[in-house]
């Protein structure tokens, strides 16, 4: 009820400026009241993206966007690539590694062997457990992904982008846009928001 209040509140448009965004939303109780919080989830990469069919290139897709998105946090091509192909292993339902991923026959190997979900996962910090994935790359990457129980990427809402999550941006946008450059747009963005999608791509 609050989301929707929330929501048609401003005729279906969210923006980090709308005040749900930016403070609890308080909800009488019969003995007290209620603060509910909410959490965006237009403004990360959906892992399991990388459990679509390769057959009409969708993965290969996803993959791409994902190494951008890691090199903008500082990862190397090589190493985003071999992560990527390892978390798509590890939620495929098959037993067949890509060539720079990870199936059962690497996981059972350790002294505490353990095996390949396969399935969607669940959450985010699933890929601790997932070749290649150290501390430090997991704390690095996290902020920005999520694990949604889809397999379709998940939408981004430039509205809802803090510069904080520049890097998102910039991995969707292709290539040609640097880091810096979807920091600024998001710190460009029109009080209230981009009214659509429209007059967002507009913008020079």
């Known amino acids: 009820s609050a989301i929707e209040t929330a929501y048609d509140a401003n005729d279906s448009k969210m923006s980090r400026d709308d005040p749900w965004a930016n403070k609890p939303i308080e909800l009488p109780l019969d003995d007290g009241m209620a603060r509910v919080i909410f959490d965006d989830a ?6 399991n993206s990388f459990a679509q069919s390769s057959e009409d290139d969708a ?9 951008r998105l890691a090199k903008h946090i500082g990862l190397g091509e090589f190493e985003a690539e071999a992560i990527a192909q390892s978390i798509a292993d590890w939620i495929d339902d098959d037993n067949q590694r890509r ?10 190997s350790p002294s505490s062997p353990y095996r390949t979900a396969n399935r969607l996962a669940a959450a985010v910090t699933e890929i601790r457990a ?3 994935v150290t501390k430090e790359i997991y704390l690095a990457l ?3 992904l999520c694990a949604m129980d889809r397999q379709e990427p998940s939408p981004i ?3 809802m982008l803090e510069r904080g999550e ?5 991995a969707v946008l292709g290539d040609d846009v640097s880091l810096r450059g ?8 029109p009080p209230g928001g981009y009214s659509d999608i429209t007059a967002f791509l507009a913008e020079p």
């Open 182 to 189: 979807a920091a600024d747009i998001i710190a460009g963005r």
């Open 59 to 67: 993965q290969n897709l996803a993959i791409a966007e994902f190494v």
């Open 42 to 47: 237009t403004t990360c990469f959906n892992i």
């Open 142 to 144: 996290a902020p920005s």
């Open 166 to 170: 520049a890097a998102v941006l910039a």
């Open 99 to 108: 060539p720079q991923g990870a199936e059962d026959e690497y996981y059972t």
């Open 157 to 159: 809402n430039v509205n």
């Open 130 to 132: 997932i070749k290649n």
